[in-house]
């Protein structure tokens, strides 16, 4: 509220400011001009007053000759008359060769007047004519006018410039309204913008950051408390990916609106990223009420959106953090909100996480994490593991999945769960799967016997992985490398990979067909689940996620079957992974699933591990058994 206030009281001084300077410009402008026309005028007045006494003194001169030489004084006194009608008129006089007067006319009791004083040129104009004859100097004539006339003037001219003045002054001010109503009218536009988000109309990420910091200052002063909810949508780019930008503009308005009606008033809710959203409730009794407007968000997100026609998910994470009881200042509300939406969004997404400070103390795990993985694979503490998978019908070893393992010197064993997300993040995957889909491909190439059925290894790819464009030619070089045959070769991605940008999915799926290598989808069934997919994407098969097979045999076996008869329909084989016991396994076999992989088959183990297993079931004919945990059948 205080910016707001502070930006209308900014703007309504600049634009009075700008209205106030220009009219007094004007009238600066009008006076100096007003002043320089009336003096010209005066001064032309005067000159043209000025020789027109003159031509008259002269006229009057001309008629004198005679009078004066006769010294004939009623005739001179007849000459002078004639001046009497000359307007402004004042006196005509007539002076001999001394210089005394000979005879005078005045009008209106005005008398001669020899001596003039430095400003008379104001009050008259007087102007002195020889009197002739014959090229002798009898006399002078001095005729005098008064000025009344250009005072008069003068006066009439001031009236106008007065008048046009003040009519130019009310143009322009009329205009200055006009122009400062289109500044107000242009600021506030400019207000607006930077301000709004311009797909939901609500306050962008500045506005809402601007909101939460008066919000704390005003909890500041009166000792109460307010909560910031930071709200991730989990699969919007899956809904712009593959619905497109208008579907997913569509949606995040109808998510605006949503939360707008889950707040109804009682905090502002605003959009500081592509699908982020923030709520600050300005004034909350305590945690309990906050957490239920949370609920109430998290809840409201779960009920599908109509989006062009077809029916979309937009559930969210949310981050919730109080102030003052977690932060005390707006850099450390926002950033612990968004470590709690974080750890909502690591634990399954679709949650609301309150902010604790084990949290921070878990960031701070991630970043030493991340930190001594930098490290791991110059200090040899990475190596790859390999879990066998079978073919369910004849219980035979035909591959195994590449599954990276971290000895941390200190912490010792870091379960991949935790170390891959970090790797993820920083871009580390890019260097570590890269040495990992090395190692496989090298180590698959000693599993190969003459005569023997060909093992082939399945490598992990991450999505940071897949958006590197030489990709592609690191699966060439590996392959190369090693000479492992590319049909032995097995990518392993997940749903939420592909979905990421279909378009390259779908092309490096080609490219990667082409090479011959193979493709699985991994997790199959907790990603995005559209079928429509499994059409465009060129893969071979699909892993059954481990979290069907836990309720096997029992209420999992309807998925898994879908699943297992989906794939025949596609022609894809299918991998359960997760088999712990034989249940789950004969009751797969009967299924008709293609491939299984789980603990009752082999735990993940070393290469070396592997390799004597593989003898040693190669004498028993099947190859069963592990070193990670040894479990045999
Ligand atoms: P994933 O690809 O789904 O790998 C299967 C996980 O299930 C492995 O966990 C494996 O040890 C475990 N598993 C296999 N059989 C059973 C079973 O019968 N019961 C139970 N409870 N678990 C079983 P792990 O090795 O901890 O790997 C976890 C995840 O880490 C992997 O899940 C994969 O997403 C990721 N990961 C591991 N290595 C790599 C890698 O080299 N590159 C990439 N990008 N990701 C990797
Ligand atoms: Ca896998
Ligand atoms: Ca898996």
């Given at each position: 509220m205080v910016n707001r206030r502070r930006r209308k009281a900014d703007r309504l001084t600049l634009t009075s400011m700008l209205g106030a300077g220009q009219l007094m410009a004007a009238v600066a402008a009008l006076a100096v001009a007003g002043v320089v026309l009336l003096v010209y005028q005066v001064l032309s007045l005067h000159q043209a007053l000025n020789s027109e006494t003159r031509v008259q003194a002269a006229i009057v001169a001309d008629n004198l000759a005679a009078p004066l030489m006769f010294r004939d004084r009623d005739a001179a006194a007849d000459a002078l008359r004639a001046l009497r009608s000359a307007p402004y008129f004042r006196w005509v006089a007539i002076y001999d060769q001394q210089g005394l007067l000979f005879e005078y006319y005045g009008v209106n009791g005005h008398v001669p007047v020899a001596e003039r004083h430095a400003l008379d040129w104001l009050h008259s104009a007087q102007e002195t004519a020889p009197i002739e004859y014959r090229g002798k100097v009898l006399g002078k004539v001095v005729l005098a006018h008064g000025t009344r006339g250009i005072r008069e003037a003068m006066a009439h001219y001031l009236g106008l410039v007065i008048l046009a003045s003040l009519g130019a002054l009310l143009l322009a001010q009329l205009l200055a309204r006009r122009t400062r109503a289109r500044v107000v009218a242009a600021e506030r536009e400019l207000d607006y913008l930077a301000h709004t988000d311009q797909v939901t109309a609500l306050p962008n990420r500045r506005a809402s950051y601007g909101l939460l910091e008066e919000a704390i200052a005003e909890r500041g002063a009166d000792g109460g408390r307010l909560a910031l909810l930071l709200i991730d949508l989990d699969n919007f780019k899956v809904v712009n990916d593959t619905a497109g930008h208008s579907a997913g503009d569509d949606l995040l308005r109808q998510v605006a609106g949503v939360l707008g009606a889950v707040v109804d008033g009682s905090g502002t809710v605003g959009r500081i990223g592509g699908d982020e959203f923030a709520i600050v409730v300005p004034a909350v009794a305590g945690r309990a009420e906050a957490r239920a407007l949370a609920e109430k968000v998290t809840e409201a997100l779960r009920s599908p959106f109509q989006v062009g026609g077809s029916e979309m998910f937009a559930t969210a994470s949310v981050g919730m953090c109080m102030y003052?009881?977690?932060?005390?200042s707006m850099g450390e509300l926002v950033s612990r909100a968004d470590t709690a939406l974080y750890h909502a969004k690591q634990t399954g997404r679709n949650r609301l996480a309150e902010f604790l400070p084990a949290m921070t103390l878990q960031t701070q795990r991630r970043v030493q994490l991340e930190r001594d993985l930098r490290r791991a694979l110059d200090h040899g503490e990475l190596a790859v593991h390999y879990q066998p998978q079978f073919?369910?019908?004849?219980?035979?070893?035909?591959g195994a999945e590449a599954l990276l393992r971290w000895h941390h010197a200190e912490h010792g064993f870091i379960s991949p769960a935790e170390f891959i997300p970090v790797a993820e993040d920083s871009g580390l995957i890019v260097a570590l799967g890269r040495w990992v889909l090395e190692r496989a491909c090298a180590d698959a190439v000693t599993w190969q016997c003459p005569g023997a059925a060909p093992v082939s290894v399945a490598v992990n790819v991450s999505a940071r992985q897949l958006r590197e464009r030489g990709f592609l030619d690191e699966v060439v070089a590996a392959l190369r490398a090693s000479?492992?045959?590319?049909?032995?070769l097995e990518l392993e991605l997940t749903e939420s990979v592909l979905m990421e940008d279909v378009q390259a999915a779908v092309q490096f799926m080609r490219d990667a067909r082409a090479l011959g290598v193979r493709l699985s989808i991994d997790d199959f069934g907790t990603g995005y689940s559209s079928l429509a997919y499994l059409q465009s994407f060129p893969i071979n098969q699909l892993k059954i996620d481990r979290s069907f097979l836990q309720s096997l045999p029992g209420e999992g076996s309807t998925i898994v079957s879908a699943v297992i008869s989906l794939a025949q329909d596609f022609q894809l084989t299918v991998v359960a992974e997760g088999v712990e016991n034989r249940e789950q396994l004969e009751w797969l076999q009967r299924a008709g699933c293609t491939y299984a992989q789980g603990y009752l088959l082999g735990r993940p183990m070393p290469a070396a591990v592997l390799l004597e297993v593989m003898a040693e079931g190669r004498k028993s004919r099947t190859y069963r058994g592990t070193a990670d945990a040894p479990h045999r059948v």
């Open positions: 003052p009881d977690d932060a005390v073919e369910c019908a004849s219980e035979r070893m035909v000479g492992l045959p590319a049909a032995l």
